[in-house]
């Protein structure tokens, strides 16, 4: 896999999870986290086969930080990224993205593949994102009721 730091790289053809995790527990060495010590990386696939990565970054005021996944969203966003297949996210215990970046994935991709691994690597759950948010919030809650 090839990697770049400011932008996506282009995944091949048949690029495998393999790939894709060693790529979400590499970056989770870049967590910024002197206050919980919880590193969590994440390597969200894009449908045009760019990898973008993200890891946590926390701050001293404890809201301001951001998760890992939504650190590879904003990149990949930013990129000009809208569509996406996959994420991996690593942690220590293969723990589950947490609400506020479910609901800013599920924006772009509500059939997202999840992947949840553990620091050696192995996948501790695989959800689609849709499962993982039942009756999720999306543009077409906004819409108006139908007239009674
Ligand atoms: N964290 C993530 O990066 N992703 C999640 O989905 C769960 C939580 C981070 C936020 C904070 O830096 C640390 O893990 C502990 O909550």
């Known amino acids: 896999m090839k990697m770049s730091k400011s932008s996506g790289s282009t995944a ?7 790939a894709l995790i060693q790529a979400a527990i590499a970056v989770a060495q870049h967590a910024y986290i002197p206050y919980s010590h919880y ?16 890891c946590n970054v926390e701050n001293a005021s404890y809201p301001a930080g951001i998760c890992a996944e ?19 996210v690593a942690t220590s215990n293969g723990g589950s993205p947490c609400g506020v970046c479910r609901q800013m994935m599920y924006e772009f991709a509500p059939h997202l593949d999840v992947i949840m691994v553990d620091m050696q690597g192995t996948v501790q759950h695989r959800m689609r994102l ?12 906004l819409e108006a009721p139908p007239p009674a």
């Open 12 to 18: 091949g053809f048949d690029e495998d999870l393999g």
């Open 70 to 88: 939504r650190s590879a969203l904003v990149k990949a966003i930013s990129e000009g990224a809208r569509e996406f297949t996959q994420i991996v």
């Open 130 to 141: 849709a499962d993982l948010l039942p009756l999720g919030f999306n543009r077409d809650s």
């Open 39 to 54: 590193p969590v990386g994440a390597a969200l696939v894009a449908t045009d086969g760019r990898v973008f990565t993200g």
